[in-house]
C-alpha cells in the first residue's frame, strides 16, 4: 500500500490554462479581454441562462444580487445558517438582516416548510445554498417566491453544473451566484460568477460592474461615459478568467472524475449498516449533483474528531465544514437561537478527499481505512 500523503482537495490543472495564461501576457491586456468574455459565453451556452457575469468571487455575486434587488434597512432576508459567512455578509452590508433557518437532515438544505413560518411583511428575498451540489427543493421555493412575491436567489458556490428538472442550479431563481474558487471544482483563482436570470436587471448590472457607470452600455464611442449610480469593481480579471476557461473546455472530464469518485464512495458507504453515521442521500430523479462534496455524518462530536484525528494519523486529510453562523459570535449578536437539525449536522459532518487527480489505489485506501474505523466503534 501506498504511504503517499493524500491530500483533501488538488486543484486541477489544466495544460489550456498555463497556455491561456501565457497569451495573456502576450495580448498585454489584464483586465476585460478575451478570456473574460470567453468564460461569459461558455457558461451562458454551457447552463442555457440568459446572462452571466464573471466576478471576482462568489461573495461579490452574491453582493450584487442584493444591489440588484434593492435591499434595504429593515428588510430581511431567509438563508440557512451552515453556509459560507458571504451569504450572510452580502446582506449585511445593505444594512439588512439575515434570518437563519434549519436545515434538513438527509441534504443539509434549506427545510422549506421551516422558511415559510418566516416569512413576514420585511422578508425581501430568500437565498438558498445548494450544499455539497445537491439541489435544494426548488419547486417548493418558486412556490414560496409567487405567493410572496419576493426574490429568489441560489448561492450555487458548491454547485456549478448541477441540476434540478433538467435546469442547471444557478438559473432557476432570480439569480444564481457560483464559485470558482480554489477549493470548488472548477478554479479561477479567486473567481465567480453571477447569471442574471431576469433581464430586466440585465442593464442595471452592467451599471454595478463597471463601478456605476454606463461605459460598457455607451454604443457611440465619441461619447464619453458616465457614472449613473452604485457599482463597484467586481469583474474577474484577465489572468483568473484564463486559468478559468482552461478548465471549462474541460468540464466533462472533471465532472466525470468526481462523479466516479463520488459514486465509488457513496455505494460503499452505503452498504455499511452502522447507527454511528450516515450519509448524505444520493440525488433523486429529478436532482443531479454537482459533486463538490462526499461527507460522512457522525452522530456525536467526539466521534467526528476520532475520525478526523484516525484518518491524519493514516495521512489522510479530511475536514469538518462550516461552523454555524447562528453559533458564533458575531452571529448571535444578530439573534440568539437554536437550529438543532444543523447544530447536529455541524458536529457530526466530516468531508473525505474528492477531486480529479485521485487515483483509484488512493480512493480505495480511503474507503479502507475509513470503514475500518467505523467498523471499530
Request: aromatic letters at 14%; glycine letters at 4%.
Amino acid at each position: 500500500m501506498s504511504k503517499k500523503h493524500i491530500k483533501f482537495n488538488i486543484p486541477y490543472n489544466s495544460k489550456f490554462s498555463k497556455k491561456n495564461i501565457l497569451k495573456v501576457f502576450k495580448n498585454n491586456k489584464f483586465a476585460d479581454g478575451e478570456f473574460q468574455n470567453k468564460c461569459k459565453l461558455f457558461i451562458e451556452q454551457k447552463i442555457n441562462s440568459k446572462c452571466v457575469e464573471l466576478t471576482h468571487s462568489c461573495s461579490s455575486a452574491l453582493e450584487i444580487a442584493m444591489l440588484l434587488i434593492d435591499l434595504k434597512k429593515n428588510d430581511e432576508v431567509i438563508m440557512p445558517s451552515y453556509t459560507f459567512t458571504s451569504t450572510a455578509n452580502a446582506v449585511l452590508l445593505r444594512g439588512a438582516k439575515p434570518v437563519f433557518v434549519d436545515v434538513r437532515s438527509d441534504d443539509v438544505n434549506l427545510d422549506p416548510k421551516l422558511v415559510e413560518k418566516k416569512i413576514n411583511k420585511k422578508t425581501k428575498a430568500i437565498i438558498v445554498v445548494h450544499y455539497a451540489g445537491f439541489s435544494c427543493d426548488m419547486n417548493y421555493f418558486l412556490k414560496l417566491k409567487k405567493k410572496y412575491n419576493i426574490y429568489l436567489i441560489e448561492d450555487a458556490a458548491h454547485a456549478f453544473l448541477g441540476k434540478y428538472n433538467d435546469k442547471y442550479l444557478g438559473t432557476i431563481g432570480d439569480f444564481g451566484a457560483f464559485s470558482f474558487h480554489e477549493t470548488k471544482n472548477f478554479v479561477g483563482g479567486q473567481c465567480g460568477a453571477l447569471s442574471i436570470n431576469n433581464l430586466k436587471f440585465h442593464k442595471k448590472a452592467k451599471i454595478i460592474l463597471d463601478k456605476g457607470t454606463d461605459r460598457s452600455l455607451v454604443k457611440n464611442k465619441k461619447k464619453y461615459y458616465s457614472w449613473k449610480g452604485i457599482g463597484s469593481e467586481y469583474r474577474a480579471t484577465e489572468l483568473s478568467s484564463a486559468l478559468l476557461f482552461g478548465q471549462l473546455i474541460k468540464c466533462n472530464y472533471i465532472q466525470k472524475a468526481r462523479e466516479k469518485i463520488w459514486n465509488k464512495y457513496f455505494n460503499k458507504f452505503y452498504k455499511i449498516n452502522d447507527k454511528n453515521f450516515y450519509i448524505l442521500n444520493k440525488s433523486n430523479k429529478f436532482k443531479i449533483s454537482a459533486h463538490h462534496v462526499f461527507a460522512l455524518i457522525f452522530k456525536s462530536l467526539s466521534l467526528r474528531n476520532r475520525f478526523i484525528l484516525y484518518m491524519k494519523k493514516k495521512g489522510i486529510d479530511c475536514f469538518f465544514h462550516y461552523y454555524p453562523l447562528h453559533m458564533s459570535n458575531f452571529g448571535k449578536k444578530i439573534k440568539k437561537i437554536k437550529l438543532p437539525v444543523t447544530e447536529k449536522i455541524y458536529y457530526g459532518l466530516v468531508r473525505l478527499p474528492l477531486h480529479p487527480s485521485l487515483n483509484v489505489s488512493e480512493v480505495n485506501k480511503v474507503i479502507k481505512i475509513a470503514e475500518k474505523f467505523i467498523r471499530s466503534i
